[in-house]
């Protein structure tokens, strides 16, 4: 969170309040929401060295590894390659070339969240305005499909949270399919 608050003008929390939105409220926020995604994909890293922390090194990610870090990775290639590997320890290793296939190595690499959902984010329900943006602990530069896949990670059942996410990031659905699958390895 500082680390955000030091290279943006995001708003960082400081009062939690849940309410519903009305529509107007509801426009503001996608609006919001639109720029400050746009604001944090503009943030370069001090030296070219790929995939990893706001701090430039190892990235920690519970979707990859839920005790430790893992790269830096210094292309989206790379990176790919990774989360590709597991399937290769599998009865099926010849699946392999089959998922990295799908998973072109052309994806600008920019500063994410990697972890928003509708649960961190904090909005004035009367004005829509975005007043926080919660748990950080994942942020930093991906591979521009992975704060999409991320966003649905934890919520493929909540309708309105996907009809919001298609309202204020790209989608990219063949390579979330890949890494739905993927997750399972």
Not at 2 to 11: C, F, G, I
Not at 31 to 49: A, T
Request: proline share 5%; with cysteine.
């Amino acid at each position: 969170m500082e680390y955000v608050r030091q290279h943006t003008s995001l708003p960082v929390p400081g009062i939690i309040n849940v309410q519903e939105l009305g529509e107007e409220a509801r426009s503001e926020t996608l609006r919001q929401l639109r720029s400050h995604f746009e604001h944090l994909h503009q943030l370069r890293p001090d030296v070219d060295v790929g995939i990893t922390s706001c701090s430039g090194g190892p990235v920690y990610d519970h979707r990859l590894d839920n005790r430790s870090t893992c790269g830096p990775f210094r292309t989206v290639a790379e990176f790919h390659d990774f989360l590709v590997a597991p399937v290769k320890k599998a009865p099926r290793p010849e699946w392999a070339s089959k998922y990295r296939d799908r998973l072109p190595g052309h994806h600008e690499i920019r500063f994410t969240h990697a972890d928003v959902s509708w649960e961190n984010i904090l909005v004035d329900s009367e004005t829509g305005d975005v007043r926080g943006i919660l748990d950080w602990e994942m942020a930093g530069f991906w591979p521009a499909w992975w704060e999409y896949r991320k966003a649905l990670f934890g919520a493929r059942s909540e309708v309105l949270w996907m009809n919001v996410l298609k309202e204020v990031m790209t989608e990219y659905r063949e390579e979330t399919e890949v890494d739905m699958d993927l997750e399972m390895y």
